[in-house]
């Protein structure tokens, strides 16, 4: 089969779109929190009608694939994300932007569906795990750089510096000057889908590990004790992920005075980057120590980080937030593998059960911003020790058919 170094750098961007789309919601929660004028239980439906869609079109895009193919499903994709983006755009509103946001959610699931298998043909199985290493830091770079695009258009969107932002600034509402963003991801969609539209893609062949099984075998697994474990344990990763990102620079704006379109967008731009960075020293702590270990050393320096993040002084603050990331970055890739090693048959479909539960994602931060409307934000975001010790308590009960592979297991 032909491999093509276009396709492989299409798909990466698909990647760096998807991630630049997804992660940018947390830096402006305070942005929408003032101008729509929405308590921090209302502001957490936006983030909610996001990642709600992940549990709701991940199973039936896979299905969707089988039958349409990859070129459609992500055409369809970006074209929905397309009108959202620019619905957005145009009428800046809350109830807008609930509806632009779950439609967004449910096309990044389907294109997250799609796209892992079109990156397996596109380069050759044999480079495969390189390519799905470095599409996961593409993915990081783009939450990385997310928030500074946003803190470089609201500062200088007024200045006409250059044909682009004054372009933005003739569209967008002066007291609303974060909408540019949308706009933004409206331009990258369309050029996105024009790319597309003119690729031929390779004919895809779906492995038993990359197919979703039909609706019986999904049901029949949602009944196994195990994989309904790895579900709640994905959920509570996802929530832990989210939660922490999407509140962070409310926090530190409410309790500790700083700008959220500056210092606080800086924080959760660190905070995806020492994620990313984290993956990559996790990669080799894999190879060196068992997963379960690593994942309980994992949950306890997160639990101490969140702790400096939310009882300490802001100049601790905002370098614990960030610090999260860090502490947190092996959890989705230990969670993943343990889930898959624990069950003998189906993984394609637990693989479908586990995206499902990226829904988690939508929960926590709404159950964080209700909590934060009653007893404070600090008290909303002491949630997250629930989630944390659940995902500790993985490292004790978990028992993989197949454990992950060391060296000191690799010698034998």
Known sequence: MKRSRYMVGLVLGIFFVISLLTNIIGPIIPDMIDSFRITLGAAALLPFAFFIAYGVMSIPAGILLETHGEKRIILAAFAVSFAAALSFALVPVYFVAMGAFFVIGLAMAALQVAINPLLRVSG?????????????????????????????????LDSGGNFVLAALASVVPPRLPWISLYWVFAAVTLVTILLLAATKFPKVERTDEERVGTWATQKKLFRNRTVLLYFVSMFAYVGTEQGTADWM?????????????????????????????????????????????????SAALSMVVLTAALLGPGSVAIVAFPAAGFTISVMWPIIVSLGLNSVAEHHGSVSGILCTAICGGAV????????????????????????????????????????????????H
């Not at 770079?141 to 928030?147: R, Y």
């Not at 731009?269 to 020492?274: C, N």
């Open 124 to 156: 050759g199985e044999e480079n495969y795990a390189f390519n799905s290493a470095f599409a996961q830091l593409v993915f990081g770079s783009a939450s990385f750089v997310s928030p500074r695009m946003y803190s470089y258009l609201v500062k200088n």
């Open 249 to 297: 620079s409310k926090f530190l704006s409410a309790y500790h005075g700083y700008d959220p379109q500056t210092a606080g967008a800086n924080a959760v731009s660190w905070f995806w980057g020492l994620l990313t960075a984290g993956c990559l020293l996790g990669m080799l702590l894999l190879r060196l120590f068992d997963s379960r270990k690593v994942l309980i050393v």
């Open 364 to 411: 926590v931060p709404l159950v964080i911003g209700r909590l934060g409307d009653y007893a404070g934000l600090r008290a909303g975001m002491m949630f997250l020790y629930l989630t944390l010790g659940w995902i500790l308590s993985i490292g004790f009960w978990a028992r993989p058919i197949v454990a992950n592979k060391t060296f000191a297991v690799a010698e």
